[in-house]
């Protein structure tokens, strides 16, 4: 009788074992999927890390995310309209002074968001007078007028990949144009 509790007793530690095994390998697999989807920090090298370094930076990154969301949800409903005004000092004012003009550069594409109030009128064609004179064509140009407010997308590249765009002038010269 002893013999057979013994070998019963071990098959079931083996079975535990075998179990906790591939459960630590599963765990390592799901860590592994985990820091490849956060961007690593230039400081430390992927492999100086720890497992639990490695899931630290996950969870800051993910709080980092968090309040990404919501800084841009509260952009978002200032720009709708939905949260014009907030009281700083004791004085209403506005919390985003229009117009408000955005550029995006990447390689050789240039993306310009301009937001207006109905109130605020310029010319169209000089904006985009301005990106052509910059080495710009404008491939896509469209608005929206939403509550006392437009919305301006402009996509544009650059006509010679070589030459290049330079954003900054773009947006230096654009903000002088709507500033008049």
């Given amino acids: 009788m002893k013999g057979g509790y013994g070998s019963g007793g071990s098959g079931a530690k083996i079975d535990r074992k075998v179990v906790e095994k591939n459960r630590r390998i599963h765990m390592k697999s799901l860590c592994f999927k985990l820091s490849s989807l956060i961007p690593k920090d230039h400081n430390f090298p992927k492999d100086a890390l720890s497992q639990y370094d490695h899931l630290?930076?996950?969870?800051?990154?993910?709080?980092?995310?968090r309040e990404r969301i919501e800084s841009l949800k509260q952009r978002k409903k200032c720009a709708m309209g939905k949260e014009k005004y907030k009281?700083?000092?004791?004085?209403?004012?506005?919390?985003?002074?229009?117009?408000?003009?955005?550029?995006?550069?990447?390689?050789s594409i240039l993306e310009v968001i301009l937001i207006t109030g109905l109130k605020k009128?310029?010319?169209?064609?000089?904006?985009?007078?301005?990106?052509?004179?910059?080495?710009a064509e404008v491939v896509n140009a469209s608005f929206s007028v939403v509550g006392?407010?437009?919305?301006?997308?402009?996509?544009?590249?650059?006509?010679s990949s070589r030459i290049g765009l330079e954003a900054s002038r773009v947006s230096e010269r654009l903000n002088e144009l709507i500033q008049q």
């Fill in 87 to 107: 009281e700083v000092g004791g004085e209403m004012s506005n919390e985003f002074g229009l117009p408000l003009i955005e550029v995006r550069h990447q390689d």
């Fill in 56 to 65: 630290d930076q996950a969870a800051d990154y993910i709080k980092t995310l």
């Fill in 148 to 159: 006392d407010k437009i919305f301006y997308t402009i996509h544009s590249q650059a006509i």
């Fill in 121 to 135: 009128r310029f010319m169209f064609y000089e904006v985009i007078g301005v990106l052509e004179e910059e080495g």
